[in-house]
């Protein structure tokens, strides 16, 4: 008897005839004998109504207090889909009982909006699980040490579920979302981007930070720590296809690098549109002036990804760096209001209309000129490079957004993406 994770995203989850057939599925993989602990997000669009109805009553919540708020109100989307199907699974015969996240509990620190899971306790659901329940458990959510809701950020409920696996020990994690697994880009930009049937977890770590979508970063942390097995697969599949045949589908994100896999230089294309860049001209060329510029960022509890210092002119020198766009306009003013004129520079500059497109394989590490042929393929499409940021098994750029998906196209077919794999 296998111990599996199910984790099923909000269109999965999108009407009641969907979570029936979710029910179904778990039902079928509990009949076959394996104990099932399932962590639903909220029903799609339900978190974005939610929170547009807080913004209408408080445009302007980044207190502590606001975001406490902000954090209960948004929790209650995924409280709503386990007892849906929960009781779903009921009306299959089931036993089933659904948790929220401060019920299991799933500690969490007190960033609120974008809370980090502690520890979690898995006493409770060992033993429903033990007298043959299937557990529902909320994604996305937590409870911090002064036993206030938390939530984990968006696409919070993917890492839920890994750290649940984790926490469990669980055989394996299986994530059910609207596509059928990882793709070497995204089909509806590229239409020939084809399904990898396995992926390194360096190279889905690599795509996942750099802007894949299929996972959510943080739940790809977890599964490279905890050695959790992870499988990406689609919920609008027949619900009703032999549990064999399911559990060979989708992509397999492994940690064995195997010969074939060696044969890929670039195994896929990821972009991201939600970033922002933004310039701090004009500050002294010494030793400490990153950190000067970049600790009350991260003290702001504002990500960072990539960075570039300018040569020094006269003893100064700009400063640039990246930030998601929704944290762009805080960043700004942050610089603006108190550490520009504490360092003396001369001007911010921002420019929120930028993206990020990277290039990831492991294949990498044993090709040389990789990123020459990705900077001469943009090159050959007039696309202008603005920052450039490398790993050892991927190569990012940052452009302008308007070439964005020429960008994504040119490399894909550079990199030959769009030809079958050799078996």
């Not at 009982?97 to 509990?105: C, R």
């Not at 064995?256 to 001209?281: C, H, L, P, W």
Request: charged residues 25%; proline residues 4%; hydrophobic residues 40%.
């Amino acid at each position: 008897m296998a111990l599996i994770v199910h984790k099923y995203g909000g269109t999965s989850m999108g009407t009641t005839e969907r979570i029936r057939s979710v029910a179904q599925r778990v039902a079928k993989w509990a009949r076959a004998g394996h104990q099932m602990v399932v962590v639903p997000s909220a029903m799609s669009g339900e978190t974005n109504r939610l929170l547009g109805m807080a913004k209408e009553l408080a445009p302007n919540s980044s207190t502590a207090e606001a975001q406490r708020e902000l954090d209960a109100i948004a929790a209650t989307g995924e409280q709503v889909s386990v007892g849906l199907l929960a009781l779903a699974l009921q009306s299959e015969g089931m036993q089933a009982v659904s948790y929220a996240g401060w019920q299991v509990p799933i500690a969490t620190d007190s960033s609120f909006t974008k809370a980090r899971i502690t520890s979690i306790d898995d006493q409770r659901v060992r033993a429903d699980l033990a007298v043959g329940k299937v557990v529902v458990i909320t994604g996305f959510q937590g409870i911090d040490p002064q036993g206030h809701v938390t939530t984990l950020g968006r696409g919070g409920s993917d890492t839920s579920a890994v750290a649940i696996a984790a926490a469990m020990k669980a055989d394996e994690c299986l994530i059910y979302t609207d596509v059928d697994g990882v793709y070497t880009t995204d089909p509806r930009i590229v239409p020939e981007a084809r399904r990898l049937t396995t992926v390194s977890f360096e190279e889905m770590l690599e795509m996942a930070s750099m802007g894949s979508k299929v996972l959510q970063i943080r739940s790809v942390e977890f599964a490279g720590k905890y050695r959790v097995p992870l499988r990406v697969l689609s919920s609008f599949t027949p619900w009703d296809i032999p549990v064999e045949e399911e559990a060979r589908s989708g992509t397999l994100i492994t940690f064995e690098e195997d010969e074939k896999m060696e044969q890929a230089v670039v195994s896929g294309i990821a972009f991201n549109r939600d970033e922002a860049k933004i310039t701090v001209i004009g500050v002294p060329d010494k030793p400490g002036i990153a950190f000067q510029i970049l600790g009350p960022v991260a003290e702001a509890n504002i990500d960072v990804d990539v960075i570039i210092q300018n040569v020094s002119h006269d003893g100064r020198t700009d400063f640039s760096f990246t930030v998601h766009r929704n944290d762009y306009q805080r960043t700004m003013d942050l610089l603006k209001n108190s550490v520009a004129p504490t360092l003396g520079a001369s001007q911010v500059r921002g420019d929120p209309k930028i993206c990020k497109v990277s290039i990831v394989g492991i294949g990498m590490r044993s090709h040389v000129g990789v990123a020459s042929r990705m900077f001469r393929t943009l090159s050959e499409d007039g696309i202008n490079i603005q920052m450039i940021s490398t790993s050892e098994i991927k190569t990012s750029v940052v452009i302008d957004e308007k070439y964005m998906e020429l960008a994504v196209r040119a490399l894909h077919k550079a990199f030959d993406l769009d030809m079958p794999t050799q078996e």
